[in-house]
């Protein structure tokens, strides 16, 4: 029957966006050790970037894309220098408290420059789809899982081979080893949450043609970015990726197979998160938890 | 019997009773517009006493809307099936907080720090979801009313919401005396090295969730009877997440008197915003979130710490003054202390 296929395809489709809206949590997180709470307002204003560059500029979402990560990453670094590098030794409790005041005025930043209401970017291929047989392919979420997974693609290779992203994955390794190589510590953190909030906005861009942008989107969002990594294991690349396909397909399902599932799909992230943090907190690919 | 009277009789103590009077006593005298500042300076008090006791055990709460939630539901359920008055239902709404805290603390055993916080977070967001997906119990989206004829007069709602708030804050000043708060603060600053010394952490902070959910909860009842309208958007509310964080964050962290004082400024400054700026929407969570940062950053020991710093001072300088030949030594006692 058709219907399982089908719901398969939109599963991996939702999971293959979500990748991209987890990875750069699991970036900043493995390399500065601060779980950023304002991760979700990020992609919040990705999202409206994008808007804003359709609307005012006529400049596609993808277009727009690259400059908008580009712009990101300075003011990320930025943002790293003067706000998040004061806390990085500072007890856990600042840090929450402190990510969560800066996720709060962006939030309200937004609400009130462009109000509650509900909008959404809409590209020619927002509303196309491919069919074969019975089954329907989305464009929309076809096109934005694709850019999402390239996205993921390069950052993962930047990562494995290039210069700066391996003195990025020494620094999460082992701090201490890794100032001993001589690496550049403070620059590398503010490298990282600077790439981290470019993939932030390049996730919103894609979810501008995806699904609705309002100022609160980013808090569900964290919900759902929380759901991936903590299933994955706080911190692991790898564990975020199978973390974002289950958590997708997983809502898929519910949404499928439950009644009025639709209205569940919102609670599943919660409850996965729940459920692991219960059964397993360092998830499927983390490493024991060490407080 | 006198020598222990005397000995209750310190500034914490007193102060305390003396909120108490302040806030109780006019609720039988003064205009709506006075019960109204003070019905929210309760609710306030009750929510940042409750998350201060949270974080005074290193536990921090992102999901105290979850606590509040479940109050509002309990109190105005069991209110409108049976025709119970306030007073009386806010017995099993308080049960149902304390519950709820007990089953945190069994869920979440041995997390701590942002793990924790996450899960709390979960836990308020998953039943918001629920309320809004059971419309037979809750109802739902549409929303449920208080019986009208159940509903007291403002002055004794206010009477009510300012005695469980002075009860909550009496509460949290006792602890303050107890090994309990010790035992509480050693889990904060290292649990491996607090348990080696034979404290359980997870029967202390069974306690004290219980505790903190049971005020939160209280609160939430009185708040469902003030309003008089709950839907799931309402009861679990973002806000209140924020707000039970803000005033302990603003007076200073982990003491009760930085819980009281941050209330109160909060509330002035809910005001100050509301004249300046009308009742535009985002306005007061966006200074809520300023607060959060500046003070992060720049007041980490909040304007209690503040407070207590420039006491000080001025007691070193009278002692300076007072005797000029211990001066210098004095000097070099402060300097190595800083």
Same mark, same amino acid.
């Given at each position: 029957?058709? +219907?399982?296929?089908?719901?398969?395809?939109?599963?991996?489709?939702?999971?293959?966006? +979500? $990748?991209?809206? !987890?990875?750069?949590?699991?970036?900043?997180?493995?390399?500065?050790?601060?779980?950023?709470?304002?991760?979700?307002?990020?992609?919040?204003?990705?999202? +409206?970037?994008?808007?804003?560059?359709?609307?005012?500029?006529?400049?596609?979402?993808?277009?727009?894309?690259?400059?908008?990560?580009?712009?990101?990453?300075?003011?990320?670094?930025?943002?790293?220098?003067?706000?998040?590098?004061?806390?990085?030794?500072?007890?856990?409790?600042?840090?929450?408290?402190?990510?969560?005041?800066?996720?709060?005025?962006?939030?309200?930043?937004?609400?009130?420059?462009?109000?509650?209401?509900?909008?959404?970017?809409?590209?020619? +291929? !927002?509303?196309?789809?491919?069919?074969?047989?019975?089954?329907?392919?989305?464009?929309?979420?076809?096109?934005?899982?694709?850019?999402?997974?390239?996205?993921?693609?390069?950052?993962?290779?930047?990562?494995?081979?290039?210069?700066?992203?391996?003195?990025?994955?020494?620094? !999460?390794?082992?701090?201490?080893?890794?100032?001993?190589?001589?690496?550049?510590?403070?620059?590398?953190?503010?490298?990282?949450?600077?790439?981290?909030?470019?993939?932030?906005?390049?996730?919103?861009?894609?979810?501008?043609?995806?699904?609705? $942008?309002?100022?609160?989107?980013?808090?569900?969002?964290?919900?759902?970015?929380?759901?991936?990594?903590?299933?994955?294991?706080?911190?692991?690349?790898?564990?975020?990726?199978?973390?974002?396909?289950?958590?997708?397909?997983?809502?898929?399902?519910?949404?499928?197979?439950?009644?009025?599932?639709?209205?569940?799909?919102?609670?599943?992230?919660?409850?996965?998160?729940?459920?692991?943090?219960?059964?397993?907190?360092?998830?499927?690919?983390?490493?024991?938890?060490?407080? | 019997?006198?020598?222990?009277?005397?000995?209750?009789?310190?500034? @914490?103590?007193? /102060?305390?009773?003396?909120?108490?009077?302040?806030?109780?006593?006019?609720?039988?005298? =003064?205009?709506?517009?006075?019960?109204?500042?003070?019905?929210?300076?309760?609710?306030?008090?009750?929510?940042? =006493?409750?998350?201060?006791?949270?974080?005074?055990?290193?536990?921090?709460?992102?999901?105290?809307? @979850?606590?509040?939630?479940?109050?509002?539901?309990?109190?105005?359920?069991?209110?409108?099936?049976?025709?119970?008055?306030?007073?009386?239902?806010?017995?099993?709404?308080?049960? *149902?907080?304390?519950?709820?805290?007990?089953?945190?603390?069994?869920?979440?055993?041995?997390?701590?720090?942002?793990?924790?916080?996450?899960?709390?977070?979960?836990?308020?967001?998953?039943?918001?979801?629920?309320?809004?997906?059971?419309?037979?119990?809750?109802?739902?989206?549409?929303?449920?009313?208080?019986?009208?004829?159940?509903?007291?007069?403002?002055?004794?709602? *206010?009477?009510?919401?300012?005695?469980?708030?002075?009860?909550?804050?009496?509460?949290?000043?006792?602890?303050?005396?107890?090994?309990?708060?010790?035992? *509480?603060?050693?889990?904060?600053?290292?649990?491996?090295?607090?348990?080696?010394?034979?404290?359980?952490?997870?029967?202390?902070?069974?306690?004290?969730?219980?505790?903190?959910?049971?005020?939160? /909860?209280?609160?939430?009842?009185?708040?469902?009877?003030?309003?008089?309208?709950?839907?799931?958007? =309402?009861?679990?509310?973002?806000?209140?997440?924020?707000?039970?964080?803000?005033?302990?964050?603003?007076?200073?962290?982990? /003491?009760?008197?930085?819980?009281?004082?941050?209330?109160?400024?909060?509330?002035?400054?809910?005001?100050?915003?509301?004249?300046?700026?009308?009742?535009?929407?985002? =306005?007061?969570?966006?200074?809520?979130? *300023?607060?959060?940062?500046?003070?992060?950053?720049?007041?980490?020991?909040?304007?209690?710490?503040?407070?207590?710093?420039?006491?000080?001072?001025?007691?070193?300088?009278?002692?300076?003054?007072?005797?000029?030949?211990?001066?210098?030594?004095?000097?070099?006692?402060?300097?190595?202390?800083?």
């Amino acid at each position: 029957m058709a +219907y399982l296929e089908q719901c398969l395809i939109d599963g991996v489709l939702l999971g293959g966006i +979500y $990748v991209l809206l !987890a990875f750069g949590l699991t970036l900043s997180f493995g390399v500065t050790r601060v779980v950023n709470f304002a991760h979700g307002e990020f992609i919040m204003v990705g999202a +409206y970037a994008a808007f804003w560059a359709l609307a005012l500029l006529k400049l596609d979402p993808l277009v727009s894309l690259p400059l908008a990560m580009l712009a990101a990453t300075v003011v990320g670094m930025l943002l790293f220098r003067l706000v998040e590098s004061r806390i990085l030794n500072a007890p856990d409790e600042n840090q929450i408290l402190l990510t969560f005041g800066l996720a709060l005025i962006l939030q309200n930043v937004a609400l009130i420059l462009w109000s509650g209401d509900e909008r959404s970017t809409n590209p020619p +291929y !927002a509303f196309s789809s491919l069919m074969y047989g019975e089954l329907v392919v989305p464009g929309a979420r076809l096109i934005g899982c694709l850019v999402a997974l390239i996205l993921v693609g390069l950052v993962f290779l930047w990562l494995r081979y290039a210069e700066l992203g391996r003195a990025t994955r020494a620094l !999460a390794e082992n701090r201490e080893a890794a100032v001993l190589m001589g690496i550049n510590v403070p620059q590398m953190y503010a490298l990282a949450f600077g790439l981290s909030v470019a993939l932030a906005m390049a996730a919103g861009a894609i979810l501008s043609f995806v699904s609705a $942008v309002t100022p609160f989107m980013g808090f569900e969002i964290l919900g759902k970015i929380f759901a991936i990594v903590i299933l994955g294991g706080l911190g692991s690349v790898l564990g975020s990726v199978i973390g974002a396909l289950l958590l997708g397909l997983t809502e898929t399902f519910v949404a499928y197979y439950i009644p009025e599932g639709n209205g569940w799909t919102e609670a599943v992230a919660f409850a996965v998160l729940f459920l692991v943090l219960i059964v397993r907190p360092s998830g499927i690919a983390g490493r024991e938890i060490t407080t | 019997m006198k020598a222990r009277f005397r000995a209750a009789l310190t500034i @914490g103590n007193v /102060s305390v009773f003396l909120l108490g009077l302040i806030l109780i006593v006019p609720t039988l005298y =003064v205009p709506p517009v006075w019960n109204d500042w003070i019905f929210r300076i309760s609710m306030l008090l009750l929510l940042s =006493v409750s998350w201060n006791l949270m974080a005074s055990t290193g536990l921090i709460s992102l999901g105290h809307a @979850g606590f509040w939630g479940v109050g509002t539901y309990a109190a105005l359920l069991c209110g409108n099936k049976y025709g119970l008055p306030l007073i009386v239902v806010l017995i099993p709404a308080t049960l *149902c907080g304390a519950l709820l805290g007990v089953l945190l603390a069994v869920a979440t055993g041995r997390l701590r720090g942002v793990y924790f916080a996450i899960c709390t977070l979960a836990m308020a967001e998953g039943l918001r979801v629920s309320a809004l997906m059971l419309p037979k119990i809750t109802g739902g989206a549409a929303g449920i009313f208080l019986r009208p004829e159940l509903r007291p007069s403002l002055n004794v709602l *206010c009477f009510i919401a300012t005695c469980v708030a002075t009860l909550s804050v009496a509460i949290a000043q006792y602890l303050t005396h107890t090994p309990f708060y010790y035992a *509480c603060r050693a889990i904060r600053n290292h649990e491996t090295a607090a348990q080696m010394l034979g404290i359980d952490p997870r029967r202390y902070r069974m306690v004290v969730l219980a505790l903190s959910g049971a005020m939160t /909860s209280a609160g939430g009842g009185i708040g469902a009877w003030y309003g008089g309208y709950l839907d799931p958007m =309402v009861a679990f509310s973002f806000m209140i997440t924020v707000q039970s964080q803000i005033a302990p964050i603003l007076g200073g962290m982990y /003491s009760v008197a930085g819980a009281v004082l941050g209330s109160g400024v909060i509330i002035a400054l809910q005001e100050a915003t509301r004249i300046w700026f009308g009742d535009q929407e985002g =306005v007061s969570q966006l200074v809520f979130g *300023c607060i959060l940062v500046f003070g992060i950053l720049f007041m980490p020991q909040g304007v209690y710490g503040l407070i207590l710093r420039a006491w000080k001072n001025i007691d070193e300088n009278r002692q300076m003054r007072g005797s000029p030949k211990a001066a210098p030594a004095q000097n070099m006692n402060a300097g190595e202390r800083k």
